[in-house]
């Protein structure tokens, strides 16, 4: 559990409870975040940033070349929840997952997240980044609009 200790209290310390996956979905499905683009990232409601109309243009040329390549074997995801553990839920660019049916209960692999960074650099370099590595993605790729692709992970 997160503690900000800032001396100014007469306890010392406060604690903060991490919003878990389920909740999060909850408040979603209610309607809480419809004015708002936000994503869960270990446990916090961190938002996912400002319009920027390049972003938006090479995320939309991405997918397009991703959905001819996998056509019907795979799945684009553009900025959709990703569940990821109890207490993640981030929004990457693109995820790239296998095709699902009622045969597997709905359960794919996700085969390839790309996030195209611009002024969410840190953010994906960092705590998405992280939360990648300890889950079942087998690439994880950061596009720099500045200085171009990463590769990930794995």
């Known amino acids: 559990m997160l503690q900000i ?3 100014a209290t007469g ?3 406060v ?3 991490p919003l878990r996956r389920v909740e999060y979905e ?3 499905k209610g309607g809480a975040f419809d004015d708002e683009e936000i994503e869960l990232i270990h446990g916090a409601l961190v938002e996912v940033g400002t319009v920027d109309p390049w972003h938006d ?4 040329q991405a997918a397009a070349r991703l959905r001819t390549q996998v056509a019907a074997t795979g799945r684009v995801l553009v900025q959709t929840p990703l569940p990821l553990g109890e207490f993640s839920a981030p929004r ?3 995820a790239v997952t296998t095709a699902t049916s009622h045969w597997d209960g709905g359960r794919h692999r996700t085969l390839l997240v790309i996030e195209v960074a611009g002024a969410s ?3 994906d370099r960092g705590p998405k980044r992280l939360l990648a590595a300890h889950a079942p993605i087998d690439e994880y790729w950061i596009v720099d609009l500045e200085q171009g692709l990463h590769r990930g992970v794995r």
């Open 57 to 60: 243009q090479v995320v939309a």
């Open 15 to 17: 604690r903060i409870r």
């Open 11 to 13: 306890e010392g310390a």
């Open 92 to 94: 990457p660019d693109l």
């Open 26 to 28: 909850h408040l979603a």
């Open 121 to 123: 650099l840190d953010k």
């Open 5 to 7: 200790i800032d001396g």
